[in-house]
């Protein structure tokens, strides 16, 4: 079983839609939860960042961790065309860990006009 | 302020032979990362480094190896190129998890 896991997609929706993205990870030690975008060809970018549970808001951006689930969110409010990438989820544990990444697989999102 | 840069962009090798991807990064950061990225599976850690002269293996280290002489610098060496090898590599650098940034990426074809 890998540590996170990610639905690949594809997923496409229309310009304006909520789109809702997930993972869920089995390691307990996880207290560390990213987001990160990927353009075609490019680096990734980090897009959401929250320790522990919680929610956490930036503009049109909301990612949400429930740690008793072991579940991982960013929802993605009035999606807009250049909102169209891969966006991957991430996790890392504290203490000895701490700066070891654990990525999902990476979901590939459209948004058509 | 040029980031996290890497070179070469794009490389082809043949089996058996060896060569060092190049990262570089101007923000003074004290983490540095290799990861490897294949289609449909995410990223994958191979090595990092905490500071200059300290490294530690990720999840997927067997084939490469790595040095941190300065805070700038994290090359990544490939000694034996296998086909296994082909993907594209990235480089990053942070203060912490919430400010990693990530460089352009080396595509590598091993044939």
């Known amino acids: 079983q890998k540590e996170v896991e990610q639905d690949p997609g594809p997923l496409s929706v229309p310009e304006g839609a909520i789109v809702s993205l997930n993972c869920t990870y089995s390691?307990?030690?996880?207290?560390?939860f990213m987001w990160y975008r990927q353009y075609s060809r490019k680096g990734p970018e980090l897009l959401m960042y929250t320790y522990s549970s919680g929610n956490k808001e930036d503009g049109r951006f909301t990612a949400q961790v429930d740690k008793s689930s072991k579940y991982i969110s960013l929802f993605i409010r009035d999606s807009q065309p250049s909102d169209s990438a891969t966006y991957l989820c991430a996790s890392a544990a504290g203490g000895t860990s701490y700066g070891k990444l654990t990525f999902g697989q990476g979901t590939i999102l459209t948004v058509h006009p | 302020n040029a980031g996290v840069t890497q070179t070469p962009k794009f490389r082809i090798l043949k089996i058996g032979q060896s060569m060092t991807l190049q990262c570089t990064q101007d923000m003074n950061h004290n983490y540095m990362y290799w990861y490897r990225q294949d289609p449909g599976m995410g990223l994958k850690l191979i090595y990092y480094s905490v500071g200059a002269g300290i490294t530690d293996k990720g999840e997927v280290p067997n084939g490469y190896n790595v040095s941190r002489s300065t805070t700038e610098d994290f090359p990544l060496r490939l000694e034996l190129a296998a086909p296994s090898q082909t993907s594209v590599y990235f480089c990053?650098?942070?203060?912490?998890?919430?400010?990693?940034?990530f460089g352009p990426g080396t595509r590598l074809l091993v044939l």
């Open positions: 990053a650098s942070s203060y912490g998890l919430d400010s990693q940034y």
């Open positions: 390691n307990s030690a996880f207290q560390y």
